[in-house]
């Protein structure tokens, strides 16, 4: 029976998510190593450009005061905002290993709830004109989707869908939450869904 000594890497979760101001693990596991004192690091990776989260033992940058390492290499974040969100890569080097460095990248998204939304609405239209009603909110992460109602009813992204707002004519982006009513018989109420 003949063993390769190496560094083996793993993780219980290669995408965790979190609410903003909760905790998180970002696990990086030692599945396999021969080397006493392995060197262990952490970067985050934004824009392509990776910065130190943790080296040389310590927790630094803008996790210094939020983030422990739980051994032997999982990064917790005990207090996630959403500057977090990003790519984070645990390396960990064995010296004395003949595969002596392995590497896996988490991918960390930090959930934040939506704002009530700034609407806008004509303050009048020339029947038969056409009218853009619009509401945006900036801060929800994922992006918000948005609903329309009428009279309390969710209008549908189709009106063909609806026997109610079948005759119906306007167009409905979910995603930048405008509603253009091709007349002026369909206004209503804008709402977003949040994370």
């Known amino acids: 029976y003949f063993s390769v000594l ?37 970067k985050k990776i934004t824009n392509n450009k990776p910065s130190y989260v943790y080296f040389d033992k310590k927790i630094s940058g803008d996790l210094e005061n939020r983030a422990v390492i739980r051994e032997p290499a999982t990064l917790v974040i005990t207090n996630a905002t959403r500057s977090d969100t990003a790519k984070y890569r645990c390396e960990v080097t064995a010296a ?61 992204d189709d009106p063909k869908t609806s026997l109610k707002f079948f005759n119906s004519s306007y167009t409905l982006n979910t995603g930048t939450g405008t509603l253009v009513s091709m007349g002026v018989h ?8 949040g994370p």
């Open 6 to 42: 190496a560094v083996v890497l793993k993780t219980s979760n290669e995408s965790p998510s979190t609410d903003e101001f909760n905790k998180v693990e970002l696990s990086c596991l030692i599945e396999s190593i021969s080397t006493t004192n392995p060197r262990i690091e952490w």
């Open 96 to 156: 004395t290993d003949a595969k002596s460095f392995d590497e896996i990248v988490i991918n960390l998204v930090v959930r934040v709830k939506p704002v009530v939304p700034k609407c806008s609405v004509p303050k009048s239209v020339p029947f038969g004109k056409s009218a853009e009603l619009s509401c945006v909110e900036e801060e929800g992460f994922p992006k918000s989707h948005y609903q329309w109602f009428k009279n309390s009813e969710e209008i549908p």
């Open 186 to 193: 369909v206004f209503g109420q804008g709402h977003t869904r």
